[in-house]
């Protein structure tokens, strides 16, 4: 199904539009280098993003299971990409955290995605690129409001 149809389908748009964003952000990945998994990446960027969060928060997040995010923080801490430590508040809990060098993947994999998408974005007239950015600002608020993705503050 193309972006554009006759009936509005929130469902086939929202999936059209992940894999486009999906395939966007991985073809601008250099996971060889980094000598990580897609998930392994993606759970360094939302550690980074969201530090502090408990295994369960951020297996929700992922949409991963305990089990598979187990198999992959201990991935993580052995390449010192993250360090797991106790919840002050909850001695149940666990949060995961970003090292000084997961910070950096972190960083440097966002300043190459932004780099590549801002040069793509260029050929885009200003009235575009403005209405773009307004048009994916709403969808993030819609997003949050729906439960899609948690709220975070726009610039």
């Not at 996971?31 to 392994?40: F, Y």
């Not at 969201?50 to 198999?71: D, F, V, Y």
Request: hydrophobic content about 45%.
């Amino acid at each position: 199904m193309g972006l554009i149809s006759k009936e509005p389908n929130n469902t086939a748009l929202f999936s059209e539009l992940f894999a486009v964003l999906a395939q966007a952000v991985m073809q601008n990945l250099t996971i060889e280098a980094l000598e990580l998994t897609p998930l392994q990446l993606l759970t360094v960027i939302v550690v980074y993003n969201h530090p502090k969060q408990s295994m369960s928060a951020l297996a929700a997040e992922l949409g991963t299971t305990g089990p598979q995010l187990s198999r992959t923080i201990k991935a993580l801490e052995q390449k010192a990409l993250v360090h797991r430590q106790p919840n002050p508040n909850n001695r149940r809990q666990i949060n995961v955290m970003p090292t000084a060098e997961g910070r950096l993947v972190a960083e440097k994999h966002s300043q190459s995605v932004q780099a590549k998408i801002t040069k793509r974005l260029t050929a885009l007239s200003p009235a575009d690129r403005t209405q773009l950015d307004r048009d994916l600002a709403d969808a993030i608020k819609l997003f949050a409001k729906a439960g899609i993705v948690p709220p975070t503050p726009m610039p």
